[in-house]
């Protein structure tokens, strides 16, 4: 039942000697999303011992290249070792030409099916459900077609209160309705679903914004997330490099955080001028304390919380 | 006047955690030519301390992936920083398609000129010319069509010497016409120039051959050769699969310097089932001694000998 982020990169698009660009892979009830996909990743899979056939679903955000250039080597290791699960890969309209190049200069022999679902909408919707979890895709504000995500592990089923069902001689069928959430009706009366069970957890989520400017909708659409990953390529100072490139700095980043009222704010896509991220962190902080500044191959474990 | 070679990469196409795949730098007297161009050859280089912006020519042996994946990555890196200088790819045919479209896709304000130079012989030909070293490339025998390339540093000017200038009382013309190479003349006298002056240096050369199955003609086009890479990503029992997927054993690759007569034979392209080259190193030197199994970021460098 974990819910589970290993960053696997975390540079902007200049190459750095200790980090790679981006990349994550999301774990949840043992299901493995990948995020973005920059060069190096099957190395950075490697190192983290994240196994490159459990990858169920590939998610996107956008084109640019230090968020893609890992991926033809990444799906040309998946076909050496005859993957033969379909792969849905989750991105914009944008990512069409660039599969069907792979295809048709590297797909000879690949025994497993990469299906492109292209993102484009306005505003968020579920792209994706599972047993465990729930995706939505909305669009981002940078220089080309990007999208974020969210990732809502599902409700779970309510555990029925074993003491209620003999004081109420609970049958099958009404147990059945607990488990649903719903009210045990009789004749006349109600017995309201939450006094005879309870939610065994609070369902976790995570949102991925890079890459992105500020923007009204965002603290909105990922509303009080558990783990809020936000994009920090710039410094505070370097506010008008940020607003021209369509990226955003760390008290941007923070203010979405504090205005969603998230649990905890992730940051990374860092510029090649700052080696440390101390300061990042700390300028993120004086508006957002519960800000981490990422680094790779650090994993953030999203423990399951009894909602009891 | 430094002829040095820098291993990038030495796994084959099933990436390892110790091991990038197939990149090498050539610096002859302070220039750079990049030969191949696996993924993640942008971090290797920063940690070898060559800089991407002094790369001079690229030469690619052919387009599996394993060979050109860092290249698109390189490409924009070399874009952000503003190179302006133009960019020489010696590569196959079918790396126009590769080119066209990352320059369709991620060309957009590149400030310089690739120029592909396809390659289409059949035997070895010159391909490019400097004052300090000549380049052929020549077919090799893979699935796809690959090229090896051989470097060869240009004959230097003959040295004069001081007391034979004295002695003969040497004309600035006669003097010329020594360090070019040709006796001098006076009437019926013909003065030997190897009397006269004597070459400064021996020219060094360096051979790659990546990736091949063996065939005749190879030992004659890397003959006498310094140093020659040869792939060996089989070990000697695995012969069956070397054939299969035409690549070379290590005891083809020994034989094939050993006929060659070439001075060092440097290994590399190693399968991934094998973590430790010294079985590679050493079924190699039971033919041919003068065996070393590459390791990434290792450095040869081949000294300036003497030609007196």
């Not at 696997?8 to 994550?24: D, K, V």
């Not at 390529?233 to 760390?250: K, V």
């Not at 969603?260 to 300061?279: C, F, M, N, P, W």
Request: hydrophobic share 40%; charged share 20%; proline share 6%.
């Amino acid at each position: 039942m974990n819910f589970t982020l290993t960053v696997l990169g975390t540079a902007s698009a200049m190459p750095m000697t200790g980090r790679y660009q981006s990349a994550q892979v999301l774990s949840v009830h043992g299901r493995s999303f990948l995020i973005d996909c920059g060069e190096g990743i099957q190395r950075q899979m490697l190192r983290a011992r994240i196994p490159m056939m459990k990858i169920d679903s590939v998610f996107l955000s956008h084109i640019h290249g230090d968020h893609v250039f890992g991926l033809p080597g990444l799906l040309s290791t998946m076909g050496m070792k005859a993957r033969t699960q379909p792969l849905n890969v989750f991105a914009p309209p944008s990512f069409a030409p660039l599969l069907k190049f792979f295809l048709s200069y590297y797909g000879e022999g690949l025994a497993f099916e990469i299906r492109h679902v292209p993102l484009t909408m306005k505003a968020p919707e579920v792209i994706l459900q599972t047993k465990s979890v729930e995706v939505l895709a909305f669009p981002l504000n940078h220089k080309i077609e990007t999208f974020g995500f969210l990732f809502r592990e599902r409700e779970p089923q309510m555990n029925v209160r074993k003491e209620k069902i003999a004081e109420y001689g609970l049958s099958l069928t009404e147990i059945a309705a607990v488990k649903r959430g719903d009210d045990v009706v009789r004749g006349g009366q109600v017995i309201p679903f939450n006094e005879l069970g309870y939610k065994p957890f609070e369902p976790r989520s995570y949102a991925y914004c890079s890459d992105t400017a500020p923007f009204a909708a965002l603290p909105r659409w990922v509303a009080g997330v558990d783990l809020l990953y936000h994009e920090t390529t710039y410094l505070d100072e370097l506010a008008d490099q940020a607003a021209l490139r369509h990226h955003s700095t760390t008290l941007q980043a923070a203010r979405c955080a504090l205005e969603a009222g998230v649990k905890q704010l992730l940051i990374g896509h860092y510029s090649s001028r700052v080696k440390e991220t101390d300061r990042y962190e700390a300028e993120c902080r004086t508006l957002f304390p519960a800000t981490t500044a990422a680094q790779d191959l650090m994993t953030v474990d999203l423990p399951l919380v009894k909602a009891e």
